[in-house]
C-alpha cells in the first residue's frame, strides 16, 4: 500500500527554537496534505489543509505564524514550528490524499515534539 | 462542521470473542465518507475499514465489519474473533468530499483484549 513518510519520528528543541517537521509521499503523488495535532489520550485535532502550490488552509484557532506549513512539491509538506514553546509539545500527524482519487488517505507515522 | 461521537471511551472483549464499538455522526450532506482507523501504541494510523455512504451494502473486511445505518447516522465496527493485536485506540472518521476531503474525528474507543 501506499507510504507516508514523516520526519523526524521524535524531535526535543529548547524553547524558542523552531522545528521543521517533513511529510513525504513515497509512491504516490499527493495535491492534498493534511496536519493534525494529537494531545496524549486524546483524538486528531485537524489543523491545516496544505495544497500543492498554493497557501494553506488553517483551521479556526490555529496559529498560521506559529505553523508554517509549505507544501512546495506533489511529494512533500513541511510544518514548521516556529519559536516553539513548551505548550507546542505534542504529536503531530500528516497524512496525504493520492492525487488519483482514489478517495483513500494515508497517515504518516507521526512526529512527537518535545519542547523544553 | 461535521461532528462525530463516539460514546465509548474504553471496552473491553475477551480473546475470539466478539466487540462492537459505536459511531454516530451528524451531518446534513447525503454524499460522504466513513472510516474505521486504528491506532496501537505505535501512534501509526492504519485503515481498517471504510464505507461510502450510497452503499447500502455494509463493509466487511475479513473480521471487521460494520453497521452503517444511514437515516440514523449510527456507524459502528464490529471485530470478530478478537485477537491480542486488535488492542488499540480506535477512531471513527468522517470525511465530506465537500470541505477539502478532510477529516473529521471522533473522540476515540480504546479496545482492551483480554486473553
Known amino acids: 500500500g501506499a507510504v507516508v513518510s514523516q520526519h523526524p519520528s521524535w524531535v526535543i528543541c529548547k524553547s524558542g527554537t523552531s522545528v521543521k517537521i517533513e511529510c513525504r509521499s513515497l509512491d504516490f503523488q499527493a495535491t492534498t496534505m493534511f496536519w493534525y495535532r494529537q494531545f496524549p489520550k486524546q483524538s486528531l485535532m485537524l489543523m491545516a489543509t496544505s495544497n500543492e502550490g498554493s497557501k494553506a488552509t488553517y483551521e479556526q484557532g490555529v496559529e498560521k505564524d506559529k505553523f508554517l506549513i509549505n507544501h512546495a512539491s506533489l511529494t512533500l509538506s513541511t510544518l514548521t514550528v516556529t519559536s516553539a514553546h513548551p505548550e507546542d509539545s505534542s504529536f503531530y500527524i500528516c497524512s496525504a490524499r493520492d492525487r488519483q482519487g482514489k478517495n483513500i488517505q494515508y497517515f504518516g507515522a507521526g512526529t512527537r515534539l518535545s519542547v523544553l | 462542521a461535521q461532528t462525530v461521537t463516539q460514546s465509548q471511551p474504553e471496552m473491553s472483549v475477551q480473546e475470539a470473542e466478539t466487540v462492537t464499538l459505536s459511531c454516530t455522526y451528524d451531518?446534513?450532506?447525503?454524499?460522504?465518507?466513513l472510516f474505521w482507523y486504528k491506532q496501537p501504541p505505535s501512534r501509526q494510523m492504519i485503515l481498517v475499514i471504510r464505507q461510502e455512504a450510497y452503499k447500502q451494502q455494509n463493509a466487511t473486511e475479513n473480521r471487521f465489519s460494520v453497521n452503517f445505518q444511514k437515516a440514523a447516522k449510527s456507524f459502528s465496527l464490529k471485530i470478530s474473533d478478537s485477537q491480542l493485536g486488535d488492542a488499540a485506540m480506535y477512531f471513527c472518521a468522517y470525511r465530506s468530499p465537500n470541505t477539502g476531503n478532510q477529516f473529521y474525528f471522533g473522540t476515540g474507543t480504546s479496545l482492551t483484549v483480554i486473553p
Open positions: 451531518t446534513s450532506e447525503s454524499d460522504y465518507y
